[in-house]
């Protein structure tokens, strides 16, 4: 087991080339350790230099709507009347607290997602 810190991009690259390499390893062997470790360092390498944002609530609520194959139609009387619903999903209205829980117990989306700030459209 040869592990360094990873501290540039080709650090990187090797050490994502090993994982590749001993990936199956088993867990009770040193290239398991090795993986274990590995894996570690790489992710934290890429929270710190490629961090994912939080998901647009809106987008968010989108793409599990169509993950559910559901229509606009199918939130009505989960966040309100049908008006509402257009409302929130064409950005011109925010969504409550009330909506949130509606939505994360309908949806299954986390309210950590939909609790996020967004902008709405311009009249």
């Known amino acids: 087991m040869n592990l360094k810190p990873i501290k540039s991009k080709v650090d990187y690259q090797e050490a994502l080339e090993r994982l590749e390499v001993i990936f199956d390893a088993s867990t009770d062997s040193i290239e398991g350790d090795e993986a274990?470790?590995?894996?570690?360092?790489?992710?934290?390498?890429?929270?710190?230099?490629?961090?994912?944002?939080?998901?647009?609530?809106?987008?968010?609520?989108?793409?599990?709507?169509?993950?559910?194959?559901l229509r606009q139609k199918d939130l009505v009387g989960v966040i309100g009347g049908k008006?509402?619903?257009?409302?929130?999903?064409?950005?011109?209205?925010?969504?409550?607290?009330?909506?949130?829980?509606?939505?994360?117990?309908?949806?299954q989306i986390s309210a950590s997602v939909l609790v996020h700030n967004y902008q709405l459209e311009k009249k």
Do not use: C, G, Q
Request: glycine content about 0%; cysteine-free; charged content about 35%.
């Open 36 to 69: 274990e470790i590995l894996s570690l360092m790489i992710e934290n390498y890429e929270n710190i230099h490629y961090p994912i944002e939080a998901p647009d609530p809106i987008e968010a609520i989108k793409i599990r709507m169509e993950e559910l194959n």
């Open 83 to 107: 008006s509402r619903v257009s409302e929130i999903l064409n950005r011109k209205k925010k969504l409550t607290v009330d909506m949130i829980r509606e939505l994360e117990r309908f949806l």
